[in-house]
């Protein structure tokens, strides 16, 4: 069974920065894209960046410069360096692996991590 466990959420004042971090554990075969969504209150679970199998990086245009997504294959885990954060970052992060399990390549997903910024 795979896990996928966030961590480094908190509370930070705006212009500060955070640093998450999400492994994948488990029985796997190997590790495809993992990424990152939040979702604020109120709103539907938006994409925020990820890190493809090739090295690819690719961001939402809100976070392109502040954030950097980065990667440790050897420890599957994915990190997700947050600078100058702003108010509207406020939100639940939630991790994702795509991963090569016994079923095929499935989805997986932690349960979130809250980062909230004051103003």
């Known amino acids: 069974q795979v896990q996928v466990m966030e961590s480094g959420g908190g509370l930070v004042q705006a212009g500060g920065s955070l640093r998450l971090s999400c492994v994948a554990s488990?029985?796997?075969?190997?590790?495809?894209?993992m990424g990152w969504y939040r979702q604020a209150p109120g709103k539907q679970r938006e994409w925020v960046a990820i890190?493809?199998?090739?090295?690819?990086?690719n961001y939402v245009d809100s976070v392109k410069g502040r954030f950097t997504i980065s990667r440790d294959n050897a420890k599957n885990t994915v990190f997700l360096q947050m600078n100058s954060l702003k108010p509207e970052d406020t939100a639940v992060y939630y991790c994702h692996a795509d991963i090569r399990d016994g079923y095929g390549y499935t989805t997986y997903w932690g349960q979130g991590t809250q980062v909230t910024v004051s103003s």
């Open positions: 488990g029985r796997m075969f190997s590790v495809n894209a």
């Open positions: 890190s493809a199998s090739d090295g690819t990086l």
